[in-house]
């Protein structure tokens, strides 16, 4: 079973789908071996790991294309790729779910943000009109349709601009459409969550970002609510910054310990060289 079906099934069956927002291989696979069916590849996390720049547009679609394909051929288990605003008008946007889809990706993320979008828990963001959104979201529909093998998440970040109403509104037609997932990003209170889940048909996504603009519940919380999938897009990232600044206070201090650190062999086995030995000796000649 492809990645696309794994996720399309996570979705039909009962219970919340909790992903992980992760940045590169590594990641996803210490994602994976923990247990989890499904991860999110976060373009804020790919921007600031990637080319050390904030999530404004400055990344480029081969770039996070790149990006997803190394993290997509790490693992076994569905990638959700964030596709930002298509990198361009209708036809752009036909081309990166299609180019998502070669990558490995399971579900590509189209919004409905003014290129150079911005991340949906920072300030500056704009929206496109209801009618272009909706051309967007028919255009990644429309590829999906004729061929790419790959799901379609429907963003909205019209709460921050035109109120709960219009994010609402829009997440219904983006549904109406043929989107398989709609998001509304940055609800501000239970209320709007409520909102949505009650007034949307099928799945929908909760973004758990740590001191953003949602209440941040617990995924048995969204499910009552009435969300089928949680992501924390930032969590891993914000816990390597603090892991990574305590040991380089350390270093810096002339302090080197193995205490508190993952060892070396077990990041040898993370990026897989027993699996590399074996194929040595198995091709080994005499």
Not at 5 to 11: S, Y
Request: net charge negative; glycine share 10%.
């Amino acid at each position: 079973m492809g990645v696309t079906e794994n996720l399309r099934k996570l979705i039909a069956k009962p219970g919340m789908i909790s992903m992980p927002g992760v940045f590169d291989a590594v990641s996803a696979r210490l994602a994976e071996h923990a247990g989890f069916s499904a991860a999110f590849m976060s373009g804020f996390m790919v921007s600031a790991s990637r080319i050390g720049l904030p999530d404004t547009g400055l990344i480029s679609y081969a770039e996070m294309a790149d990006q997803g394909r190394n993290i997509c051929d790490s693992v076994s288990i569905p990638i959700v790729g964030d596709g930002d605003t298509g990198f361009g008008n209708s036809v752009n946007v036909k081309r990166t779910v299609k180019g998502y889809a070669a990558a490995g990706f399971a579900c590509v993320m189209i919004e409905d943000q003014v290129s150079p979008k911005r991340c949906g828990h920072t300030k500056g963001k704009q929206i496109i009109s209801r009618s272009e959104a909706l051309q967007r979201i028919q255009a990644a529909v429309d590829a999906r349709e004729e061929g790419a093998d790959i799901l379609v998440m429907a963003r909205t970040d019209a709460n921050a601009t035109n109120g709960i109403e219009e994010a609402v509104g829009r997440c219904r037609e983006f549904q109406r459409i043929g989107a398989d997932i709609t998001f509304l990003e940055a609800p501000k209170t239970l209320d709007e969550m409520k909102r949505y889940c009650n007034d949307v048909e099928g799945a929908k996504m909760a973004n758990m970002v740590e001191q953003g603009e949602t209440p941040f519940l617990s995924p048995s919380e969204l499910e009552k609510i009435g969300y089928k999938i949680t992501i924390w897009p930032a969590a891993l990232m914000l816990s390597a910054i603090n892991g990574m600044k305590a040991e380089l206070m350390r270093l810096h201090s002339g302090i080197a310990s193995e205490d508190g650190k993952a060892t070396f062999p077990e990041l040898q086995d993370i990026v897989g060289f027993p699996a590399y030995y074996e194929a040595v000796e198995k091709y080994a000649t005499e």
